[in-house]
């Protein structure tokens, strides 16, 4: 079935280093949606992509889907303590469903 | 403000024991989802409901149950027959159509320890 990787697993940078998380589909995706969630919290939206070779940018944060749409990443310029938290991907199965991948836990030494 | 309530926050079960988890929603979203996530992991899904009084079953719905009796609100009852029920338990919920807008919205989310 359709599964979604999440590369790395964890990622410690000092802080102002840059940092990137990769999501991969087995499948081509309709659209692609990143979460953060803080330590002890919950994940909260930050962007659904949905065109091939898509980018946005939120201040910091640099978010591209793949030409193919089957992969994704999530970059973020300069790292701040703020940036703590996990990173997760989710693709849909349909649009009542979603894919997580296992999330990319950042640690940001000060 | 809109948005997801889940109690309790922490709860503690012993061995045996059925437990049901609340979550209610005032932004009269259609979908309603159930995650669990273990440390360390990314989120499973348990149950999912696209309308009142239907729900589907996720990847993990074994020893779990759900109702869906109104809108606001999808509890998840734990029951005994789970076999490693300790977990942080997510509720989410959705708009539930297909405008491209179907974000996750989630609850803050109940931490369950069975003794």
């Known amino acids: 079935g359709q599964q979604v990787m999440q590369i790395p697993q964890y990622q410690h940078v000092q802080e102002g280093e840059d940092f990137t998380t990769y999501c991969n589909s087995s499948?081509?995706?309709?659209?692609i949606q990143w979460y953060k969630q803080r330590p002890g919290g919950h994940p909260v939206f930050l962007i659904q992509?949905?065109?091939?070779?898509e980018v946005k940018k939120q201040k910091r944060l640099t978010f591209q889907f793949g030409e193919a749409k089957k992969n994704s990443s999530l970059h973020i310029t300069a790292t701040q303590t703020t940036d703590v938290g996990t990173y997760f991907c989710?693709?849909?199965?349909?649009?009542?469903?979603?894919?997580f991948g296992s999330g990319t836990k950042l640690n940001v030494k000060p | 403000d809109g948005g997801i309530t889940q109690s309790p926050k922490y709860l503690f079960r012993k061995e045996g024991q059925n437990v049901t988890l609340s979550c209610e929603q005032n932004?009269?979203?259609?979908?309603m989802y159930w995650y669990r996530q273990d440390p360390g992991q990314g989120l499973r899904l348990i149950y999912y409901?696209?309308?009142?009084?239907?729900?589907q079953k996720g990847d993990i719905a074994e020893g779990y149950s759900v109702s869906r009796e109104k809108k606001e609100s999808f509890p998840l009852t734990v029951t005994s027959a789970q076999k490693n029920p300790t977990a942080f338990y997510l509720c989410?919920?959705?708009?539930?159509?297909?405008?491209?807008?179907?974000?996750?919205?989630f609850g803050a989310g109940s931490r369950l320890t069975v003794l």
């Open positions: 409901s696209q309308i009142v009084n239907d729900f």
């Open positions: 499948t081509t995706l309709s659209n």
């Open positions: 989710a693709g849909p199965r349909n649009f009542n469903k979603f894919y």
């Open positions: 989410a919920s959705s708009i539930g159509d297909s405008s491209g807008a179907n974000v996750l919205t």
């Open positions: 932004l009269n979203h259609d979908a």
């Open positions: 992509l949905v065109k091939s070779g």
